[in-house]
Nanobody, 125 residues
């Protein structure tokens, strides 16, 4: 598997903003899906936002975050970012980065499906 480095998250008041970042550790990749999921206690993990495909890709957003969250990528850093604005208490959750694709082993391409360790986002006054 490919390690992922997550950062960001924290405590913010309603209406505030936070940024999350996630980078795949390695050199050569072909990405299929890159995105963020979240899971609150007692609930199932749900998709927040994802980029589908390599390069430009299409973006999918959960209805609850459309217009407030923006997903972007940096191909040179193998990174994906989630900019979260106008945060609401119901956005409180642990956010997980997920990246699927293939990495170059030196002899060929090998598939991977990696998850980050999760980062807490708390929206509260």
């Amino acid at each position: 598997q490919v390690p992922l480095l997550e950062s960001g998250g924290g405590l913010v008041q309603p209406g505030g903003s936070l940024n999350l970042s996630c980078a795949a550790v390695g050199r050569s990749f072909m990405f299929n899906n890159r995105g963020w999921y979240r899971q609150a206690p007692g609930t199932q993990r749900e998709l927040v936002a994802a980029i589908i495909g390599n390069g430009a890709g299409n973006r999918n957003y959960a209805e609850s975050v459309k217009g407030r969250f923006t997903l972007s990528r940096d191909e040179a850093r193998h990174a994906v970012y989630l900019q979260m604005e106008n945060l609401k208490p119901e956005d409180t959750s642990v956010y997980f980065c997920n990246i699927k694709g293939k990495f170059w082993t030196g002899r060929g391409w090998s598939a991977f499906d990696s998850w980050g360790q999760g980062t807490q986002v708390t929206v509260s006054s």
